[in-house]
């Protein structure tokens, strides 16, 4: 049996539920497979674990597995993104959660463990939180595992990394590499969800100012585009010579940080990696600079060298730190370098995280069939699952494809 839930209070469950309810109304692609793929039985019976940041989304997500007879707990993938409003209605709904916001670092640790502790057969994971954890705190556990699906770019970086190495010891699906993930999600969902966030919630105008855009992968494409279409002059730091010139050739600057750091009035880092913004970068920066991360760890900032660098620190408003240095400049710092869009807001527009969650729903359904076919190690969502998603989305907005002539099918098979 699964330990009972780690929750805050389950009084605020009503707020939660409303909240999760509001996401039923517009996961039109999720409830679609709900209904055609997830209620076939293949679900029932299954243990599945789920770390992903724990808002309404996720919330839904895990309770459709639940409608299709799986046992299911949930745990956060980050503990500035747990809305404690939302772990209650999940846990008023019938199932375990372990999850608090703002859990301190080990307490964070401790739910994600008490999550494995449930011994899953399935595993949906952001970040790689949970199979790292199981490959090096509970490996009684891992032949008892099917398989994962991991949410994340940086997630992936993780797991293949552990191929690499050989010691990734079950099969994983890479759902952020499906085109339905990472195309609409990485690109649109964070564009236009950490802009959203940061001017909630320091209600100043983007227009005009100068963006630094550090990374020009999926999340730095969406960033730069959207930074642009709010009327700013957006330039991109890159570490990769072909993305960097992609992003000279969308009309973008790119520079290196140490020369953009005196220039920029804001800094977006969405790298996956760590150290993007460091001390060297804090010095030169301009008065009343503003620092947010739309990456997956907190670490792309370093916020201890800013701390260390400061004269004084207060909090100026919700989810804005203000860092005074000795020479009187300050910098602003969002969510405490957190994943910005999640941490001070919704994350996700809804109709975004209908199209990623289909993919984890469809991928944890395909691991409940096919996971002993494959090998440990990371794989691709099948191409004919990301297609099926894609027309079912269409379908559903009424949109049809043209369909290829049989003198286009038999051009397209000639060489002649």
């Not at 279409?229 to 990769?240: I, P, Q, S, Y």
Request: negative net charge; hydrophobic residues 45%; proline residues 3%.
């Amino acid at each position: 049996m699964p330990r009972a839930s780690t929750i805050r209070d389950l009084s605020l469950a009503a707020e939660g539920e409303r909240k999760i309810e509001w996401v039923a109304q517009h996961a039109h692609t999720l409830n679609a497979f709900a209904r055609r793929r997830l209620s076939d039985g293949s679900l029932s019976g299954r243990r599945i674990a789920i770390a992903v940041h724990l808002e309404a989304k996720t919330a839904y997500l895990a309770s459709l597995f639940r409608e299709a007879g799986a046992e299911v707990v949930v745990t956060g993938s980050n503990p500035f993104s747990t809305q404690d409003d939302v772990a209650a209605a999940l846990v008023a709904r019938g199932l375990t959660v372990h999850a608090v916001h703002a859990a301190p670092p080990e307490t964070f640790d401790e739910h994600l463990l008490a999550t494995l502790d449930f011994a899953p057969d399935l595993v949906v994971d952001d970040g790689a939180e949970l199979v790292t954890r199981l490959h090096q705190h509970r490996r009684d556990l891992l032949p008892g595992v099917r398989g994962a699906s991991e949410e994340t770019t940086s997630g992936v970086l993780r797991l293949k990394a552990m191929e690499k190495e050989g010691v990734l010891e079950i099969p994983v699906i890479a759902a952020n590499d499906a085109r339905c993930k990472h195309l609409f999600d990485n690109r649109y969902g964070t564009g236009q969800s950490t802009l959203t966030a940061i001017l909630s919630a320091t209600n100043l105008l983007l227009a005009g100012k100068t963006v630094v855009v550090s990374g020009y992968g999926q999340v730095g494409q969406g960033l730069a585009l959207y930074c642009r279409g709010f009327g700013a002059r957006v330039f991109v730091v890159e570490v990769d010579a072909v993305k960097a010139l992609e992003a000279a050739s969308n009309g973008f600057e790119v520079q290196t940080m140490i020369e953009a750091a005196p220039h920029g009035d804001v800094f977006l880092t969405g790298t996956g990696s760590i150290g993007v913004l460091r001390r060297e970068h804090f010095e030169v920066m301009k008065d009343n600079a503003l620092l947010a991360n739309a990456g997956n760890y907190a670490h792309e900032i370093d916020v201890g060298a800013l701390s260390r660098l400061a004269a004084e620190e207060r909090e100026v408003r919700r989810h804005v730190t203000e860092y005074v240095l000795p020479n009187g400049r300050r910098i602003h710092l969002l969510a405490r370098g957190a994943l910005v869009n999640i941490a001070a807001s919704d994350g996700h527009p809804v109709e975004i995280m209908d199209l990623s969650f289909s993919v984890q729903a469809l991928s944890v359904h395909y691991l409940a069939r096919h996971a002993r076919e494959l090998s440990p190690g990371v794989h691709p969502l099948p191409a004919d699952i990301d297609e099926e998603i894609a027309r079912a989305r269409l379908e559903l907005l009424g949109m049809r494809l043209e369909e290829t002539t049989p003198e286009q099918e038999a051009y397209a098979r000639s060489w002649r």
